[in-house]
């Protein structure tokens, strides 16, 4: 499985950006995917996560602000962050729960971080 994360940059508060995350590979099935970030010096926290049945749930922080979406045929999730601020700088990170074969165990895989930089 691999993951090819796309969208960071740097953007001023108040501007928006959207993150893309395309799954490839050999996967039975995907459960779910997400978005995490880490800012320096800090624990990577959850962004945001969809289910296959396109249940979400959102860090505190960004909701109302970001959105979280997937395409089933194109094993993609996406991210739109609108209202940015800058404490929302840091890396952030492409997360996916897959399955190699319905009788297997959900196997967790990150893919590279994007840097998004919120200047104020």
């Known amino acids: 499985v691999q993951l090819q994360a796309s969208g960071g940059g740097v953007v001023q508060a108040g501007g928006s950006l959207r993150l893309s995350c395309a799954v490839s590979?050999?996967?039975?099935?995907?459960?779910?995917m997400g978005w995490y970030r880490q800012a320096p010096g800090k624990q990577r926290e959850l962004v945001a996560r969809i289910t296959s049945g396109d249940s979400t749930n959102y860090a505190d922080s960004v909701k109302g602000r970001f959105t979280i979406s997937r395409d089933n045929a194109k094993n993609t999730v996406n991210l739109q962050m609108n209202s940015l601020k800058p404490e929302d700088t840091a890396v952030y990170y492409c997360n996916v729960h897959y399955k190699i074969a319905t009788w297997t165990p959900p196997a967790n895989y990150w893919g590279q971080g994007t840097q998004v930089t919120v200047s104020s």
């Open positions: 590979g050999s996967f039975f099935s995907i459960v779910d």
